[in-house]
């Protein structure tokens, strides 16, 4: 890393993408098969504060994970973001959020089958909370909305309605940060 490090130009920052999809660890370790572990996850912020913010993390968040109740979606991905924005506090990291929902993919269809993607309303609610936590919080991260998915969502029609009637809205939210793009078109 210090090498990586000594190659960047002024004003440019590394950034190590960690798939952390949940704080939850029950949803993150079990089912998710994501062998983080909380205290994993705080010694790599741990080593990346050593680099006196030229080294960042991006966190994906994963809305309405396995696991997690629609009825809680909307709080677990708060406190997804409340967890990424105290690592980042602790330890000095700079940090941003990826954002994407949970989508059936064809692994997904078979360890999952009556777990459901996120209602678009929810999904729109919990980037809004997202957005105003972070700015309550007085920090610069930023909140990225990612809806491509690589050909793996096994709802292709549903991904096509969310897509035709809110990808333009997420776009806008991407550059401008601004909750109120996120209204269908």
Avoid at 35 to 61: C, H, Q, T
Avoid at 67 to 93: M, Q
Avoid at 171 to 177: H, R
Wanted: charged share 25%; aromatic share 8%; net charge positive.
């Amino acid at each position: 890393m210090c090498r990586l490090q000594a190659g960047l130009r002024a004003g440019q920052q590394l950034r190590i993408t960690l798939g952390l999809e949940t704080q939850d660890d029950h949803s993150r370790r079990s089912l998710l098969n994501k062998k983080m572990s909380r205290k994993g996850i705080a010694r790599a912020f741990s080593v990346l504060g050593k680099y006196s913010r030229r080294v960042g993390a991006e966190l994906n968040l994963m809305f309405q994970p396995p696991g997690i109740p629609p009825s809680e979606s909307v709080a677990d991905s708060n406190k997804t973001i409340l967890y990424g924005l105290d690592l980042s506090h602790e330890f000095g990291v700079p940090v941003d959020f990826n954002f994407h929902p949970y989508y059936p993919s064809s692994i997904g269809f078979r360890h999952f089958p009556a777990h459901a993607r996120g209602g678009m309303a929810q999904v729109i609610e919990a980037i809004a909370q997202a957005r105003l936590l972070i700015d309550r919080a007085g920090s610069d991260s930023k909140l990225y909305i990612g809806w491509f998915d690589e050909g793996h969502d096994q709802e292709e029609p549903q991904r096509a309605r969310e897509i035709r009637e809110h990808l333009a809205g997420f776009l806008k939210f991407n550059q401008t940060q601004d909750p109120a793009c996120l209204v269908a078109n």
